[in-house]
Nanobody, 125 residues
Framework: QLQLVESGGGLVQPGGSLRLSCAASGFTLEVYGIGWFRQAPGKEREGVICINSAGTSTYSADSVKGRFAISRDNAKKTIYLQMNNLKPEDTAVYYC??????????????????WGQGTQVTVSS
């Protein structure tokens, strides 16, 4: 059964960094596109950064370009989100997900399976 568990969130000051992890189980990670999403209070969930299975196509929301990076370790079945120069507006619950193309995932939010519990990131001084 496909399962994703996010971790690594917390409270960080503006300008700080965090690395989120997403542990995958029940499937072969490398055949899937991967993505990170977030939902801030009172706002809809949005695609933050996605990459296809081959690593040849990526999407980053304008708000995170140059600050966030996605990576994967297929052997460890783990997806990472490195977040640098964090801003208060990055405060949200962050989710990982699997899909196919970056268009399908980050733009249309067509993912495989259901959303996990997410991990809370709070950027505040």
């Amino acid at each position: 059964q496909l399962q994703l568990v996010e971790s690594g969130g917390g409270l960080v000051q503006p300008g700080g960094s965090l690395r989120l992890s997403c542990a995958a189980s029940g499937f072969t990670l490398e055949v899937y596109g991967i993505g990170w999403f977030r939902q801030a209070p009172g706002k809809e969930r949005e695609g933050v950064i996605c990459i296809n299975s081959a690593g040849t196509s990526t999407y980053s929301a304008d708000s995170v370009k140059g600050r966030f990076a996605i990576s994967r370790d297929n052997a460890k079945k783990t997806i990472y989100l490195q977040m640098n120069n964090l801003k208060p507006e990055d405060t949200a619950v962050y989710y990982c997900a699997l899909g196919t193309t970056v268009q399908a995932m980050c733009i249309n939010q067509n993912i495989f399976g259901s959303w996990g519990q997410g991990t809370q990131v709070t950027v505040s001084s």
